[in-house]
């Protein structure tokens, strides 16, 4: 049973989020992994040769043969009786939504929404995020980019306000003897500035690469936000300071991996009609006369129904009846002497 869960595991670093990850959202689909976590484990536990590569080293002693393996099905059953005997008739409730919960949130939540949505400290290759800075209800896997920054520590809160409960049950287990902590998040120590880097200082540099870069990403977000405020008072323009800080820190791969191309299109596309309510409704009821390359003589450009200017460019793809109504509405324009040479709607030279 253990070499099993260390396995599975185990691949899923290996092959995060690749079609070989056993549970990755990137590649099954969030609700595939939210609802059938555990039947996904279950299967890909099947796989002898993944369990011969990824298996190694995993306990095989005496309660792994005589009570986990023959008995893995009997802890269903024995919270059963518990819940029964605590609460009597509720208890059935009880047990069903333990039943459930705990699939959803072992391997539901930490593989799903922790693979799909939160926030990074770390900026990994994979989509890993943590959910919540506070690790209470599922023992500390709230905090899934630092387990995936540092998959071999015992300890996954690397900030101040971060709590994991894990690390206190891990604590109190080392302190009765029954545990021993091998490793924990390395600890980033700056020093005196040396003229010349020596072998300590590159170790120390390789060991804490990734809050090295998690400072820098922060530093550089301060540095945008502040020169966005700054142009912003001085009356100019900028980007929203949000995407200013985020194209300065390295966000657009990130975004890209938790995000699908289409809902990309889809909001591309809203924003542009936000921009152009109107951009549909010009006097011909076509979606392309703005783009007419023979300016009238008067200098005015066709208008909508509302009586709004029209974009000299618009943003919808002109289709084949489009083209025969703005090459319509181009010879019914008065022309400039300059568009006399004979250039039509398309811009061609007749």
């Known amino acids: 049973m253990t070499r099993e869960w260390v396995a599975v595991h185990r691949k899923h670093h290996a092959a995060c989020e690749t079609p070989k990850d056993p549970h990755s959202p990137q590649t099954r689909g969030i609700a595939a992994v939210l609802l059938r976590g555990s039947e996904l484990c279950a299967a890909a ?16 002693d005496w309660l792994e043969r005589k009570l986990y393996t023959p008995c893995r099905f009997h802890g269903v059953g024995l919270m059963l009786a518990i819940d029964l005997l605590a609460f009597g008739a509720i208890g059935a409730s009880v047990w069903a939504v333990q039943m459930r919960w705990i699939p ?38 709230e ?3 630092n387990h995936h920054t540092c998959p071999t520590s015992a300890k996954l809160s690397v900030r101040r306000h971060a709590f994991d409960l894990g690390w206190t049950y891990i604590r109190g287990l080392e302190m009765l003897g029954l545990a021993t902590v091998r ?80 809902a990309r299109r889809r909001r591309a596309r809203l924003r542009k009609t936000r921009r152009f309510p109107n ?17 009238p003589a008067n200098n005015l450009w066709p208008t909508c129904r509302l009586g709004q ?10 289709s084949t009846s489009s083209r025969r109504c703005c090459a319509r509405f181009a010879r019914e324009m008065p022309r400039t002497p300059e568009s006399k040479a004979g250039t039509d709607v398309e811009g061609r030279t007749a």
Request: one cysteine or more; a positive charge.
């Open 45 to 60: 536990a099947k796989d002898r040769h993944m369990l011969a590569q990824y298996g190694a080293g995993t306990p095989d």
């Open 143 to 145: 905090l899934h980019n």
């Open 279 to 295: 951009w549909s409704r010009c006097t011909n009821n076509c979606g392309s006369c703005g783009r007419a390359r023979a300016q």
């Open 183 to 262: 490793r924990v998040p390395p600890q980033l120590r700056l020093g005196s500035a040396r003229p010349v880097a020596d072998a300590s200082m590159l170790d120390a540099i390789i060991a804490n690469r990734y809050e090295f870069m998690a400072n820098y990403a922060r530093r550089v977000r301060r540095a945008a936000l502040a020169e966005g405020l700054r142009l912003r008072a001085e009356g100019t323009r900028p980007p929203s300071l949000r995407t200013c800080a985020a194209r300065a820190a390295g966000y657009t791969a990130t975004r890209a991996i938790s995000r699908p191309a289409s």
């Open 309 to 318: 200017r029209r974009p000299k460019q618009t943003i919808a793809r002109r």
């Open 104 to 141: 959803l949130s072992a391997t539901g939540i930490v593989n799903g929404i922790g693979h799909w949505s939160g926030y990074r400290i770390f900026e990994l290759v994979d989509a890993s995020r943590n959910i919540v800075p506070w690790g209470i209800l599922i023992g500390g896997e």
